[in-house]
């Protein structure tokens, strides 16, 4: 993993086959350029090790999880459209080939920048204070990334609202509205979200891998063009899952009413 100080605003730590990743930027975790590409390093050592299944991102402190682009540092000369570093802006949205479980574990406040890196993730859990919103409209300016993934997540009209409003949604009703998995106490959220990370790291680290690039080649395909690529195992996750040791260890371990050891290979 890339090495980081105890000065850089990205703290990881690694637990087992778990990378967690704290946004610790104060005052309200923003992010900066410096910041988004250390993010983008740190996932990609993420994507490439071997040994890290699963990874968790959240924030430091309770009151915020990220609001997003810091517009201070925008205002000294960062420009909106500089250099983000591999993973694109917060290091996750445009990182190519990254086909392990990620995790956001959202502690507070969740906005503009911040739901669009949150929205990069796989699975989303809230503690019960945490609230979401798109108030780019205020600045002047779009929310790019959300204009696109949230109207495919969430139903059209309450996207719409979001992005032409910038209304607040408490974590209850972004549960409600599916773009939330499991909203939890502040005080249970890290715990739960290291279970889950628990749960994935037990699973199938290939179907996992095929899953991801399934989903992200279909996402602007016709049904049976994305499935034809599947069952000609024109993908490489796909490709690879086929005849592996773990394709045919799961089958093995159900006829023999075991549970399956995985090895990713």
């Not at 290091?91 to 956001?104: D, F």
């Not at 779009?142 to 009209?157: G, M, T």
């Not at 599916?178 to 939890?184: A, E, Q, R, S």
């Not at 045919?248 to 009413?257: P, V």
Request: hydrophobic residues 45%; negative net charge.
């Amino acid at each position: 993993m890339i090495k980081l100080d105890a000065t850089s605003p990205i703290k990881t730590t690694v637990n087992g086959a778990v990378l967690e990743v704290t946004l610790d930027r104060p005052k309200a975790n923003a992010v900066d350029l410096a910041t988004s590409r250390i993010m983008g390093e740190v996932f990609q050592d993420f994507r490439d090790d071997p040994e890290l299944r699963v990874a968790i991102v959240t924030g430091a402190g309770a009151k915020f999880f990220c609001p997003g682009w810091d517009l201070k540092s925008a205002n000294d000369g960062d420009a909106v459209d500089g250099d983000y570093g591999v993973g694109g802006f917060g290091g996750l949205q445009e990182l190519p080939g990254l086909n392990k479980p990620v995790i956001a574990a959202i502690n507070g406040i969740c906005c503009g920048g911040g739901l669009e890196i949150a929205l990069s993730c796989d699975l989303i859990l809230a503690a019960e204070h945490a609230s979401f919103a798109l108030p780019e409209i205020n600045s002047g300016t779009v929310a790019d990334a959300a204009s696109i993934k949230l109207p495919k997540r969430i139903p059209y009209h309450v996207a719409m609202e979001m992005l032409l409003t910038g209304r607040w949604l408490d974590s209850a009703e972004a549960a409600r509205w599916g773009f939330v998995n499991h909203v939890y106490a502040a005080d249970e959220l890290m715990n739960e979200a290291r279970k889950l990370a628990q749960r994935l790291t037990d699973g199938p680290p290939l179907v996992f891998a095929a899953i991801k690039e399934i989903v992200r080649d279909a996402e602007d395909s016709k049904f049976a063009d994305a499935l034809n690529r599947v069952t000609k195992r024109q993908l490489p996750t796909v490709d690879k899952l086929y005849g592996s040791e773990d394709n045919l260890e799961g089958f093995k371990a159900f006829a023999e009413k075991r549970e399956p050891v995985w090895k990713g290979r």
